[in-house]
């Protein structure tokens, strides 16, 4: 088991839990397949805490209420949420760190079309508890890059338009800063919105050279 350290001393300091786990078949979240997650309850671990992802069903096919709770080590709710609505999406919740900061943010996918998925994003208070900040859409998680302190997503529009977006991360927050649109027929790009650039370290010029100056093929 990927996290058997991790479920070791859960069971030593968090009997219910475990044996819990052990009874329903909750797995690890990141032992889910693509594809094969959907509704699917599971579990992450983060630094001593346990996040579990409670998938109930809403009549409506393919779409459930999701309810997080983070415990802490001692078996303690540290935080719950309010029912998240889902839809569509056959792929678990994860965890990245995409402000480079040393600290994974929360990934939850919320919606899911035929390529494009949305995630609901979390980040972490000073006190170690997940709180929403915002929304996040792309093809997949590990797809994000970090690019001038922006998390830079693409999403696509049809066969060879995509849209790339930069996102910017607070504390208590996300902003986008800039949307491109990237044609890949005719290797031009053009943009759709922009605002503070500068406090990002880009302008407009640099954001068109740098995207028509990618990797086409």
């Known amino acids: 088991m ?13 009997p219910a ?11 690890w979240c990141d032992d889910i397949a693509p594809g094969e997650a959907g509704g699917v309850t599971c579990f ?9 992802f409670l998938y109930e069903e809403t009549g409506e096919p393919a779409v459930w209420n999701l309810r997080f709770t983070q415990f802490g080590f001692d078996f303690s709710t540290r935080a719950e949420s309010d029912p998240i609505r889902v839809e569509y999406v056959m792929t678990a919740p994860e965890l990245r760190d995409v402000t480079d900061d040393g600290i994974a943010e929360l990934f939850i996918p919320v919606m899911s079309g035929m390529v494009n998925i949305t995630w609901s994003v979390w980040t972490t208070t000073g006190s170690g508890i997940f709180v929403p900040v915002g929304e996040i859409s792309g093809i997949a998680v590990d797809a994000l890059e970090v690019r001038d302190g922006l998390i ?4 696509r529009d049809n066969a060879a338009v995509w849209t790339e977006t930069g996102t910017r991360i607070w504390p208590t927050g996300m902003d986008d800063i800039y949307s491109l649109s990237v044609n890949h027929a005719d290797r031009t790009c053009e943009i759709i919105a922009a605002r503070e650039l500068a ?7 640099l954001l068109i050279d740098r995207c028509e100056a990618r990797d086409w093929d």
């Open 199 to 205: 406090s990002v370290g880009l302008n407009k010029d």
């Open 44 to 52: 992450l671990p983060f630094d001593t805490d346990l996040l579990y």
């Open 2 to 14: 990927r996290h058997a350290l991790t479920l070791a001393l859960w069971v030593l300091a968090a």
């Open 152 to 155: 830079v997503s693409a999403t």
């Open 17 to 27: 839990v475990a044996e819990t786990s052990d009874a329903e078949g909750d797995p």
